[in-house]
């Protein structure tokens, strides 16, 4: 089973890095809260601003080799200087505490489990309209989007597995899975209280190194970011398993506990 995290290895060219497949370019900054989370100015990961000084991503982006040492918001080509952009330097990673302290395995499903993280930056962004914006946090803990509803993700990089990077923003449609049938296809790897899958169907979605990006579900108002894309299985665009994302509703608790504890710490300082 080729089942992958999304998270590219990474020299610092940013050779390899890759991203959704399908669907098409987005209209530029039509997501302001779009996080390029990077290394040495390539990008690695994405994220979402959900506070004007933390960005919500993926844990298994915490690589111990190369470190994550910045966040650029703001952008659509993120291959270019845009005035719109804000490059801003990471105090602090902050990942789920049952997320595994050492790196295992990917044979080891528990290296697939909490698989969400907060980053500190060290500066707040500067909010600008259509450019740099927060999305805001689900209202309900444990919020569940039925199986069918249409869905949406978004990232920078490769438009399919083994072909060059891109540096513009994409954007891709997809539909969620039966929690079932994502059960049944990834066994132990997945867990139904704090994940979420969409339905492969090789058209759409995304791929290897576009982890910590949004999952947006429901129309207009309605619309909340509901996940974390998080890993499939090589190549992108398989039909044989889901792509799956972590719940953002199930972790409210813990994202809304963090944000208070930084709260009282500024405070107090």
Request: net charge positive; charged share 25%; hydrophobic share 35%.
């Amino acid at each position: 089973m080729l089942v992958f995290l999304l998270l590219s290895h990474l020299s610092l060219s940013g050779a390899v890095q890759s991203g959704i497949f399908g669907g098409g370019e987005a209209k530029p900054h039509s997501r302001p809260y779009m996080a390029s989370l990077q290394i040495g100015r390539s990008h690695s990961c994405g994220g979402v601003l959900i506070r004007e000084d933390f960005v919500l991503t993926a844990a298994h982006c915490l690589n111990p080799s190369v470190r994550l040492d910045s966040v650029v918001l703001g952008a659509h080509n993120i291959g270019k200087k845009e005035k719109s952009q804000q490059r801003i330097g990471i105090s602090e990673f902050i990942p789920h505490p049952n997320y595994p302290k050492k790196k295992l395995s990917d044979d080891d499903p528990r290296a697939f489990h909490h698989d969400i993280m907060l980053l500190k930056l060290q500066t707040k962004a500067k909010l600008k309209k259509k450019k740099v914006e927060v999305l805001q946090l689900p209202d309900k803990v444990g919020e569940k989007i039925p199986a069918g509803v249409q869905c949406e993700v978004a990232g920078w990089g490769r438009r399919c597995f083994g072909k060059p990077a891109e540096s513009v923003l994409y954007e891709a449609k997809v539909k969620l899975e039966q929690p079932a049938k994502c059960e049944n296809k990834w066994e132990e790897y997945y867990d139904q209280a704090q994940m979420t899958c969409s339905v492969s169907d090789g058209k759409e979605g995304f791929c290897q190194g576009d982890s910590g990006g949004p999952l947006i579900c429901g129309k207009g108002k309605a619309k909340i970011l509901y996940g974390l894309t998080a890993y499939n299985e090589e190549p992108c665009d398989t039909t044989d398993k889901p792509e799956v994302y972590m719940k953002v509703p199930h972790y409210l608790p813990w994202i809304k506990n963090v944000l208070s504890a930084n709260d009282a710490l500024q405070t107090k300082t």
